[in-house]
Nanobody, 125 residues
């Protein structure tokens, strides 16, 4: 199986910056897309940014120009640099790995996606 562990959340003032990191572990062969989603209280979980193994990125309109996603394929890690943070960025941020192949008992398996446990980001005004 595959586990995702996030780090880097916390409390920051408006206009500040935070960097989130997520590390995927397990007998991983490939991960097609890694990304970040967020969920504010009482709202659905929404896409923030994704990046493919070929470095193609996709951002929510609300974070374009402020957030940057990056990835290290060799280490199975993904990072989200968040600048110019706003109160509306406050949410629990979840790491996602999609299109995962992994080894188990000398065979290769496919899993649609995995989720991390989430990390809280709070932007105070």
């Amino acid at each position: 199986q595959v586990q995702l562990v996030e780090s880097g959340g916390g409390l920051v003032q408006v206009g500040g910056s935070l960097r989130l990191s997520c590390a995927a572990s397990g007998n991983i062969r490939t991960i097609y897309t890694m990304g970040w989603y967020r969920q504010a209280p009482g709202k659905q979980r929404d896409l923030v940014a994704t990046i493919t193994s070929g470095a193609s990125t996709n951002y929510a309109d609300s974070v374009k120009g402020r957030f940057t996603i990056s990835r290290d394929n060799a280490k199975n890690t993904v990072h989200l640099q968040m600048n110019s943070l706003k109160p509306e960025d406050t949410a629990v941020y979840y790491c996602n790995a999609a299109g995962v192949t992994y080894y188990r008992h000398e065979m290769v398996y496919y899993a649609q996606d995995y989720w991390g446990q989430g990390t809280q980001v709070t932007v105070s005004s």
